[in-house]
């Protein structure tokens, strides 16, 4: 492939379109659809392009009086309320007069409150030798010579707003709070819980090797979302055509009596849709992309699953025996099935009271202050009066109501004798069994074996080590590379180191096992005991046979239960199996 910048040629013009007919299939199937649905509705759709006619103006309106119900409706009120008041309600459209002014206003100097915060300044800076200068800039203020005061009226006209105590008439009625306010609050310095978070940070930014730079100018423009500052318009203005052809489907709509339904924007014009080509709309599609497996292929129909059958016929006979049909999924159903506590929105974070939470702030300043951690159960009653919360016969304010458990409970029962039928027959049963056998069983006055086993705490469900882990992944791995099933008795442990199962002194044994081990036979062990002779000449005689003709025997040969294909040796113990499977 080549690249250019060179300018394109021109696509293809006048090229020959073969003619597929007079219409297009989709135009032919539309029009059957809308005359099927025609004769289904008793109705022929009809479209115009004409000019609609005008609303109806100059038609006759009737004349229902000179006034409206409630203008006088309203008069009369009016009436009513002039005579009980006695006052005649009288309303002016003529411009109002204007409020005095210029009026005479006597000089009464400064204010006496002035001449006092005077006075009090100058006493203030002589003790303090310091020069009080408020910054009060671009307000015109009286130049004392010693101090400046901005906030002070120095005009020998008094302010005709207020009076000279202030002005008092705009500020709200005080009320008392109800609670203390502006008294000394000890400083115990920065919260336990920011400096452990701050200790953290910085241990978590040591093992993580990064430092958290938040609220700086860099950070907010890393981590700015652009799209918060897009204006979007969720409810867009419609174009005009949009809005003139809604106005004309509701018009049109209400003078036939009929809504319009959707489907019926269909083509219904003869000629091609010039948007697209004879062959469709093609230019809007997406680019089909490769899925890269198989689909849509034939899939055989086997049935309804063997699980559902069985468990179709199961659910019948379970319901022969419970003589109860099992329904589920209808309204009835979910109706009486249904969890009421599901709609209640529980708040599983409440906010804590104002007391609770002025509580546990006062705690933990106590804590802090004293470096002792409060314990809750000290939280006791020991004094020797009773609890004014309950009565003295127990707190029986807060017990549940007891609920009748719906069958009889400490009835009369008779007394049939000291032993059960069932017990005095097996007591006349045993001695004539006892004779039968020659043996006399005695299970009260001997204690039976202990077994220290039951007191051992087993791990029924260990989670396998790592190297057992890959050994079955790997031993499946094999059995399914070469055919066959790995042979359990080849895990048998045949060397001469002891079961780590039993301790250095051997494995627990029951004293009936202890008593009878003698008559146990006990066959040879050829590892231990070694070959028998005839045993060794018969492996001599087939290894030098095996080398004579250059093969080697297989007895399993032909054998349906053949253990291994000629195997150098029998694998005895995990790790020779570990190692017998990555070999072979």
Not at 220 to 233: G, S
Not at 341 to 361: F, W
Request: aromatic fraction near 10%.
């Amino acid at each position: 492939m080549q690249a250019s910048f060179e300018k394109p040629k021109g696509f293809k013009k006048d090229y020959f379109v073969p003619n597929f007919g007079p219409q297009d299939y989709d135009v032919t199937d539309t029009q059957g659809h809308i005359a099927a649905t025609e004769a289904q509705l008793g109705h022929v759709m009809s479209a115009s392009f004409k000019t609609p006619k005008g609303n109806p103006k100059d038609y006759f309106v009737p004349n229902f009086g000179p006034q409206d119900v409630d203008v006088v409706d309203t008069q009369a009120h009016i009436a009513g309320t002039e005579a009980q008041l006695g006052h005649t309600l009288v309303s002016s459209f003529k411009a109002p007069k204007g409020f005095k002014k210029d009026y005479f206003v006597p000089n009464f100097g400064l204010d006496h409150e002035v001449l006092s915060t005077q006075s009090n300044i100058g006493k203030a800076e002589t003790k303090l030798a310091h020069v009080w200068n408020p910054d009060n800039a671009g307000i015109d203020a009286a130049d004392n010579g010693s101090y400046s005061y901005a906030a002070v009226q120095l005009a020998a006209e008094s302010d005709p707003i207020c009076d000279s105590s202030g002005c008092n008439q705009y500020k709200h009625k005080k009320k008392e709070a109800g609670y203390d306010k502006d008294y000394p609050v000890p400083d115990l310095g920065v919260d336990r819980d920011i400096l452990g978070a701050h200790e953290d940070l910085a241990v978590a930014e040591g093992m993580l090797k990064h430092k958290l730079i938040m609220g700086t100018d860099e950070s907010k423009a890393k981590w700015k979302n652009p799209a918060k500052k897009t204006d979007y318009d969720y409810s867009p203005k419609l174009d005009k055509d949009m809005h003139d052809a809604a106005t004309n489907l509701d018009i049109v709509e209400g003078k036939l009596g009929h809504k319009y339904e959707p489907w019926t924007f269909v083509q219904t014009s003869t000629s091609s849709d010039p948007i697209c080509d004879s062959s469709g709309c093609n230019q809007y599609k997406h680019k089909k992309k490769e899925a890269g497996y198989d689909k849509d292929y034939p899939v055989p129909d086997l049935g309804v699953d063997r699980d559902i059958l069985g468990a179709h016929e199961d659910l019948a006979v379970a319901e022969g025996m419970l003589k109860h049909k099992l329904i589920m999924g209808t309204d009835e159903s979910k109706a009486k099935w249904k969890n009421p506590a599901k709609k209640t929105d529980y708040d599983y974070s409440p906010k804590l009271d104002r007391d609770m939470h002025d509580a546990a702030t006062n705690l933990d300043l106590v804590e802090g202050k004293l470096g002792h951690k409060y314990e809750p159960w000290t939280f006791v009653q020991t004094d020797a009066s009773s609890d004014p919360i309950c009565s003295s016969a127990g707190c029986g304010q807060y017990k549940h109501p007891k609920k009748d458990p719906g069958y009889d409970m400490d009835y009369p029962v008779a007394n049939w004798g000291d032993k059960d039928t069932d017990i005095v027959q097996h007591d006349e049963n045993l001695p004539i069994a006892e004779k039968i056998v020659g043996h006399h069983w005695n299970f009260v006055l001997e204690k039976p074996p202990l077994n220290p086993a039951k007191k051992t705490l087993y791990d029924y469900s260990p989670k396998l080590e790592g190297e057992m882990t890959d050994a079955k992944v790997n031993l499946d791995l094999v059995e399914n590379q070469m055919g066959h099933k790995y042979a359990e008795w080849m895990g048998l442990q045949l060397d001469s180191q002891s079961d780590p199962i039993c301790a250095s002194s051997g494995c627990w044994h029951s004293d009936w096992f202890k008593a009878n081990k003698e008559s146990i036979e006990q066959y040879p062990n050829p590892e231990a005991d070694g070959l028998d002779e005839d045993t060794k000449i018969t492996l001599a005689n087939e290894k030098a046979a095996s080398a004579s003709v250059g093969y080697d025997w297989d007895p399993w040969a032909g054998a349906s239960n053949k253990p291994f294909t000629n195997a150098e040796r029998v694998v005895r113990n995990g790790v020779e199996a570990f190692e017998w499977t990555k070999d072979q």
